[in-house]
C-alpha cells in the first residue's frame, strides 16, 4: 500500500463522518472514486474487491494486476466470494501474482463452498483439467450441476459439452441439447448463437424454423456475438437494411475470408439503400454497444 493510501486510511479511522480534501485529492489523482478508496482503505470488503477490479480492468487508473492481486487479497482474507474468486483466477493465469493452479483452485473452493456460482464453474474447470486438483470429471460434473442451478450459463454449456463427449456421463445428445436451450434462454450469447444455427440447418431433431433462428440470431447478435450478426445478415439477406446494419458491426472482427466476403456482402447491401437511409445506419453503428441480456 504506497504513502498516499495509508494518509486516506488514518484520516477516515480519525473521522469517519467527515470528508478530508486532502484525501479526495489524492483519490483523484489515483483516479479511483473517493469515497470508494476511503471505504476500501477502511476495510470494507466490497469496496476492496471493487478497487481491484479498478486495477485489474485499468478503467480510472493504469491497469496494474500486481496491485489488482493486493485487493481482492484484502477482500478474500475477510471472506469475500468476489475477492477469492477473482484472486484466484489471477493465481491461474499468473497475472500479477505467480503462476499457482493450487492456490487457484484453493480460493475457488473456497468461494464455492458459500455458494458462490462463478466459482463453482471455476473448480469445475479445475477438475475437468486437473489443474490444481486431480482430474475427475465426476468432480466437475457435481460443481457445474451445483452452478447451474443457480443459471451460471458458463456451467450449462459446460454441461453439454460433457453431456455431447460422454465426458465423467454417458453420450447423450438430447441432455446436452436441452442443456444448451437452458443456457441460452439464461441469456448466453454463444448458446442463442447455436441454438439459432440449429434451428436454422435443423439439427437435433429440430424442424427448420428460421423465424426462430433469427430470433435467437439476433438476441446474441445485440450482445455483440460477430458470428451471430454475420449469420443473422446471410438470414435476412431479402432485408438490405438489415444486412448492412449487421454485417457493418460484424465485418472489422472477421478475419480472411470471411472478412472479405462480409465486406462484398455490404457493400451490396449499401448499393440497394437510399444514401440518407445509409447514413442514418452509419449512425447507428456509431453508437451501438453490446447489451446483456437482464433476465
Same mark, same amino acid.
Given at each position: 500500500?504506497?504513502?498516499?493510501?495509508?494518509?486516506?486510511?488514518?484520516?477516515?479511522?480519525?473521522?469517519?463522518?467527515?470528508?478530508?480534501?486532502?484525501?479526495?485529492?489524492?483519490?483523484?489523482?489515483?483516479?479511483?472514486?473517493?469515497?470508494?478508496?476511503?471505504?476500501?482503505?477502511?476495510?470494507?470488503?466490497?469496496?476492496?474487491?471493487?478497487? /481491484? $477490479?479498478?486495477?485489474?480492468? &485499468?478503467?480510472?487508473? #493504469?491497469?496494474?494486476?500486481?496491485? %489488482?492481486? +493486493? *485487493? @481482492? !487479497?484484502? =477482500?478474500?482474507?475477510?471472506?469475500?466470494?468476489?475477492?477469492?474468486?477473482?484472486?484466484?483466477?489471477?493465481?491461474?493465469?499468473?497475472?500479477?501474482?505467480?503462476?499457482?493452479?493450487?492456490?487457484?483452485?484453493?480460493?475457488?473452493?473456497?468461494?464455492?463452498?458459500?455458494?458462490?456460482?462463478?466459482?463453482?464453474?471455476?473448480? /469445475? $474447470?479445475?477438475?475437468?483439467? &486437473?489443474?490444481?486438483? #486431480?482430474?475427475?470429471?465426476?468432480? %466437475?460434473? +457435481? *460443481? @457445474? !450441476?451445483? =452452478?447451474?442451478?443457480?443459471?451460471?450459463?458458463?456451467?450449462?454449456?459446460?454441461?453439454?459439452?460433457?453431456?455431447?463427449?460422454?465426458?465423467?456421463?454417458?453420450?447423450?445428445?438430447?441432455?446436452?441439447?436441452?442443456?444448451?436451450?437452458?443456457?441460452?434462454?439464461?441469456?448466453?450469447?454463444?448458446?442463442?448463437?447455436?441454438? /439459432?444455427?440449429?434451428?436454422?440447418? &435443423?439439427?437435433?431433431?429440430?424442424?427448420?424454423?428460421?423465424?426462430?433462428?433469427?430470433?435467437?440470431?439476433?438476441?446474441?447478435?445485440?450482445?455483440?456475438?460477430?458470428?451471430?450478426?454475420?449469420?443473422?445478415?446471410?438470414?435476412?439477406?431479402?432485408?438490405?437494411?438489415?444486412?448492412?446494419?449487421?454485417?457493418?458491426?460484424?465485418?472489422?472482427?472477421?478475419?480472411?475470408?470471411?472478412?472479405?466476403?462480409?465486406?462484398?456482402?455490404?457493400?451490396?447491401?449499401?448499393?440497394?439503400?437510399?444514401?440518407?437511409?445509409?447514413?442514418?445506419?452509419?449512425?447507428?453503428?456509431?453508437?451501438?454497444?453490446?447489451?446483456?441480456?437482464?433476465?
Amino acid at each position: 500500500m504506497s504513502g498516499n493510501l495509508k494518509l486516506i486510511a488514518v484520516v477516515v479511522a480519525m473521522a469517519w463522518f467527515t470528508t478530508n480534501s486532502l484525501g479526495q485529492n489524492e483519490a483523484k489523482r489515483s483516479g479511483i472514486e473517493p469515497s470508494l478508496l476511503a471505504k476500501a482503505n477502511a476495510g470494507n470488503p466490497d469496496a476492496e474487491f471493487r478497487v /481491484g $477490479v479498478e486495477f485489474e480492468l &485499468g478503467s480510472h487508473v #493504469p491497469k496494474d494486476p500486481a496491485k %489488482a492481486a +493486493e *485487493w @481482492y !487479497r484484502k =477482500a478474500a482474507d475477510q471472506g469475500d466470494v468476489k475477492g477469492e474468486h477473482s484472486l484466484g483466477v489471477l493465481y491461474e493465469s499468473g497475472t500479477g501474482v505467480p503462476l499457482d493452479y493450487a492456490r487457484a483452485a484453493e480460493l475457488y473452493r473456497k468461494a464455492a463452498e458459500k455458494g458462490f456460482s462463478p466459482a463453482e464453474f471455476s473448480l /469445475g $474447470v479445475c477438475y475437468v483439467h &486437473g489443474q490444481g486438483v #486431480p482430474q475427475s470429471f465426476e468432480h %466437475a460434473l +457435481e *460443481w @457445474y !450441476r451445483k =452452478a447451474a442451478e443457480q443459471n451460471n450459463t458458463d456451467a450449462l454449456l459446460n454441461l453439454a459439452f460433457l453431456y455431447q463427449n460422454g465426458q465423467g456421463v454417458p453420450k447423450d445428445p438430447a441432455q446436452s441439447f436441452a442443456f444448451v436451450r437452458m443456457a441460452a434462454e439464461a441469456g448466453s450469447a454463444d448458446a442463442q448463437f447455436q441454438l /439459432g444455427m440449429d434451428y436454422n440447418n &435443423g439439427e437435433h431433431g429440430l424442424q427448420t424454423n428460421y423465424d426462430l433462428a433469427a430470433s435467437w440470431l439476433r438476441r446474441s447478435a445485440k450482445q455483440g456475438h460477430v458470428a451471430a450478426q454475420f449469420n443473422l445478415a446471410m438470414l435476412l439477406k431479402a432485408e438490405p437494411a438489415e444486412v448492412y446494419y449487421w454485417l457493418s458491426l460484424a465485418t472489422p472482427h472477421l478475419l480472411g475470408k470471411t472478412r472479405d466476403k462480409s465486406a462484398e456482402l455490404r457493400q451490396a447491401a449499401a448499393a440497394r439503400l437510399r444514401p440518407a437511409d445509409r447514413a442514418q445506419i452509419d449512425e447507428r453503428v456509431k453508437s451501438w454497444h453490446p447489451v446483456e441480456e437482464q433476465l
